[in-house]
C-alpha cells in the first residue's frame, strides 16, 4: 500500500536508508552516509512538519511503501522539483516482491520524464533504474564520495486513451 509520508515514519526510514546507502557503497566509510543520514533525516522532519503545521507545499513528495494490514513503512520514493527522483529504497525483507517498481510507478505518474543521479559503484540501483527506463545521460565526478555520480533520465509515455 502507498501512502503519504507521515512524521512517524522518519525515524525507520532513516535507519533503513542509511543501512541500504553504506551495504550500496561500500567503498565510502559509514561516517561520510551518517552525516548524509542525518540531513536526510533534518530534510524530512522539516518537511513534514512544514505540510503539518503550515500547509505548505515543500516542494517534495514522499510516498511511503507498507505491508497490507501494516503501518510500517517498508520502502519509500522522493521526487523533488515534480521531476528528480531523490531517493528510493526497498526494506531488504521486501525487496524483488515488486515494491520498487510500485513505488516507480508512483513516481512516474503524471509526469513526462524523470531523472536522477546513482554513484557508480551502486551496480543494483543503476539496474533497477534502468529496468524501469532510466538512461545515463551525464557522469560527473563526486570529489566526495570519490567516484563518477552517474545522471540519468527517463521518458515517460503517456498510454493512449481508448
Known amino acids: 500500500m502507498l501512502r503519504p509520508l507521515q512524521e512517524a515514519d522518519i525515524e525507520r526510514l532513516s535507519q533503513l536508508w542509511l543501512h541500504l546507502a553504506c551495504g550500496s557503497h561500500p567503498s565510502l566509510p559509514v561516517r561520510f552516509w551518517t552525516l548524509q543520514g542525518r540531513a ?7 518537511q513534514c512538519r512544514n505540510q503539518r503545521l503550515l500547509g505548505e507545499s515543500t516542494g517534495s513528495n514522499h510516498w511511503v ?17 515534480n521531476v ?12 524483488r516482491c515488486g515494491v ?10 503524471g509526469r513526462l520524464q524523470l531523472e536522477t543521479r546513482v554513484l557508480e559503484e551502486n551496480l543494483h540501483g543503476r539496474y533497477f533504474l534502468q529496468q524501469h527506463g532510466f538512461t545515463e545521460t ?6 566526495d564520495a570519490g ?5 540519468m533520465n527517463c521518458k515517460i509515455s503517456i498510454p493512449a486513451v481508448a
Open 100 to 109: 520498487g517498481s510500485e513505488l516507480m510507478a508512483q513516481a512516474k505518474f
Open 84 to 95: 528528480l527522483i531523490q531517493t528510493i529504497f526497498v526494506s531488504p525483507a521486501v525487496q
Open 147 to 151: 567516484q563518477h555520480e552517474i545522471w
Open 40 to 46: 536526510f533525516r533534518r530534510q524530512l522532519v522539516t
Open 138 to 143: 551525464e557522469r560527473r565526478f563526486s570529489t
Open 65 to 81: 511503501y507498507t505491508r497490507a494490514g501494516s503501518n510500517i513503512a517498508e520502502g519509500m520514493v522522493t521526487i523533488t522539483d
